[in-house]
């Protein structure tokens, strides 16, 4: 008999012109069990010869592995989210891995969905960035089956997984405090967060951790420094919060600093100040809780959290692995240290009441 060529080959013409069993041919092409080397090179170059191309799910259910991994962000547009794929995908290629994307756009019905694509394309484990800290039945689920979860970034309630994030309480109020030192009485915090200031105010639970984390933080440090604050939410596209801006710039009371919780914010509010023929800071100070380029080009270059977006998604990547293939880390919780930088988008308020007293 004849034996196919180019692409049409199939596991048994491999298998006969390399002079073994199907399930050798198998075991040499897909990596698992045993092979002697002299085998596993008679197969492949069989495999070579026909221009076979395997076939992933056949080979997932012989060895029990696909070697992909799901990864589900809230946006991959902000480029914290796309800095971090581009760490996973790294790192799993490195590895022999494919990394599968799913974007949800904050929709924890989409997450869901994306969840369930994946589970069924048999993935060896999952990276999921979560829209809701409560509504997490699915990561549940996902835990339940014994497939590797790692939670990126924000941190669900009451999901045991490994978790790879950054300490957003110390470093909002680590802005906070150098506000506060730079003479700032009243603070504004920007968020894209559908809650109202009264409910942000009133302490309700907030679906983002990430974000919950960072309005706990404004109110403690102002509390305890006894300065005023301002929780403003709604900012969920550029136009919104060039909108929010605006109106803050024409009050008679606004702010003298604004912080941005991402950088998707900060760039229009940026852009709604000088609009308004104000400029930063001269008119009022702007501070971003998430670094990006355009702040190091910007006149003035604007004061941020740096936090490493790639290492994170490097982490989440390891950890999954090693999970994937048993060798993963005691610890379930993986901290990076962020950065605080330092810029010209602050006016030391402190330093003009002392020259203006004397």
Not at 50 to 74: D, E, F, K, M, W
Not at 159 to 174: I, R
Not at 212 to 220: C, G
Not at 310 to 323: C, I
């Amino acid at each position: 008999m004849e034996l196919r060529r180019y692409g049409t080959a199939t596991l048994m013409d491999v298998a006969r012109l390399a002079g073994v069993s199907r399930s050798t041919a198998a075991r040499a092409l897909g990596k698992y069990g045993s092979v002697s080397p002299e085998l596993q090179s008679m197969v492949s170059a069989a495999a070579e010869a026909l221009g076979y191309r395997g076939n992933a799910l056949a080979r997932s259910v012989s060895s029990g592995r696909s070697h992909t991994i799901g990864v589900v962000v809230s946006d991959i547009e902000n480029p914290h989210f796309a800095r971090a794929v581009r760490g996973m995908t790294d790192t799993a290629k490195a590895a022999g891995f494919d990394v599968i994307l799913a974007n949800t756009d904050e929709n924890v019905e989409a997450e869901r969905a994306a969840v369930q694509v994946f589970l069924d394309k048999r993935v060896d484990g999952l990276i999921v960035a979560s829209t809701s800290r409560s509504d997490s039945g699915h990561l549940l689920d996902v835990v339940g089956m014994g497939r590797p979860l790692v939670l990126f970034d924000r941190r669900p309630d009451n999901v045991d997984a490994d978790w790879v994030g950054t300490d957003c309480y110390t470093d909002a109020k680590t802005v906070m405090e150098y506000l506060i030192g730079k003479g700032h009485r009243n603070i504004a915090f920007l968020s894209a967060t559908t809650k109202t200031p009264e409910e942000l105010e009133a302490g309700h639970p907030l679906p983002i951790s990430t974000i919950a984390d960072r309005v706990r933080a404004v109110r403690e440090a102002a509390l305890a420094a006894g300065v005023g604050y301002e929780f403003i939410s709604g900012a969920m596209s550029p136009q919104r919060t060039q909108e929010i801006v605006a109106g803050l710039m024409r009050r008679q009371d606004r702010p003298s600093a604004i912080i941005a919780s991402y950088s998707r914010i900060a760039l229009p509010a940026f852009q709604a100040i000088h609009a308004a023929g104000m400029s930063v800071p001269d008119d009022i100070s702007l501070l971003c809780l998430d670094d990006t380029e355009w702040m190091t080009v910007s006149h003035p270059e604007v004061t941020a959290i740096s936090n490493p977006a790639y290492e994170m998604g490097m982490k989440a990547a390891e950890v999954l692995l090693g999970r994937i293939d048993g060798s993963g880390p005691e610890a379930r919780d993986h901290l990076l240290p962020a950065t605080f930088i330092q810029r010209a988008s602050v006016a030391d308020l402190a330093g003009a009441r002392v020259g203006h007293s004397a």
